[in-house]
């Protein structure tokens, strides 16, 4: 296995998993945000793909461009409305938010945008680490304060939040500090809106191993780099090593998991964790 092998997939139609659900339809707004490209895009499209209005928010107004022109491509049934914004700044979220609840009845929130630092614990710059922090875990838990007086709008005061954890919400790999907190965070904040959305309001996690994302391949360097070890020997120990499933999951993969979560299918799944790591967290040689 060779760094091209994880190359970031394009997503097509027959890869988009479909779910015959009341609430998937134009009318209805999933905001979704990293939608920019790698998992988030894969969310953004699948939820189009399912017929949902998406607001799509990023920083990287081009990567919302692309993201929008693939599913014109796609000719998906569900619009992408592009909606720019800085996860670390307050007064773009309340602006995302309510934008998103202009173009119908804001109902799912995707909280997928990542980042990622390598460095050890008493080497780790803490302006990173903050940003790290806004963008991955403040961010999330402001956009469901915002996005919850919306969802209790709704006719049925449903609604849900999917929030993008990972096996490093469940254990830690050394020099992600930032990352590591993050996402055990995201696990926390689940279940607290679990806790108090009184069975209306659901939350659940999706919590996977290496996925073929351009996070991924942009850290394979710096990784071999802190480990004194090769690219691929990154890829076949480290991030595959501990996976009884030798084989990276694609972007579309989480997609569509996010797209079963925030469907009628999952209504008992609220609080809890989609743990799709291939084996790599629950079993040992």
Do not use: W
Not at 217 to 229: F, S
Request: charged fraction near 25%.
């Amino acid at each position: 296995m060779s760094r091209d092998h994880v190359s970031p997939p394009t997503v097509t139609r027959d890869s988009i998993h479909t779910v015959d659900d009341d609430s998937f339809h134009s009318g209805t707004v999933c905001l979704v945000t990293g939608a920019g490209s790698g998992i988030g895009r894969a969310v953004a499209l699948a939820a189009a793909g399912n017929g949902l209005t998406v607001a799509a928010t990023d920083v990287d107004e081009a990567g919302l461009a692309e993201t929008r022109e693939r599913a014109e491509e796609l000719d998906l049934d569900g619009p992408i409305e592009p909606v720019a914004g800085d996860l670390t700044v307050d007064e773009d979220l309340e602006r995302v938010v309510e934008e998103a609840a202009g173009l119908g009845q804001l109902t799912y929130l995707a909280n997928v945008a990542g980042m990622q630092h390598i460095d050890p614990i008493d080497e780790f710059p803490m302006e990173t680490y903050d940003r790290i922090h806004d963008v991955m875990l403040r961010a999330p838990l402001y956009l469901s304060k915002l996005a919850i007086p919306h969802f209790r709008e709704r006719e049925d005061g449903r609604g849900c939040v999917g929030n993008m954890a990972s096996v490093h919400g469940h254990y830690v790999t050394s020099d992600k500090v930032a990352y590591n907190v993050s996402k055990f965070g995201l696990r926390g904040l689940t279940q607290s809106i679990a806790a108090e959305g009184e069975g209306e309001i659901r939350a659940f996690s999706v919590s996977t191993g290496y996925v073929k994302t351009p996070l991924v391949t942009g850290q394979l360097e710096d990784t071999a780099e802190q480990r004194g070890i090769s690219v691929d020997e990154v890829i076949e120990d480290v991030m595959l090593g501990q996976s009884r499933v030798k084989e990276m999951m694609e972007p579309i993969d989480v997609g569509n998991l996010f797209v079963v979560g925030f469907s009628d299918l999952s209504r008992h799944l609220n609080g809890g964790d989609l743990l799709y790591d291939g084996g790599m967290t629950l079993t040992y040689e």
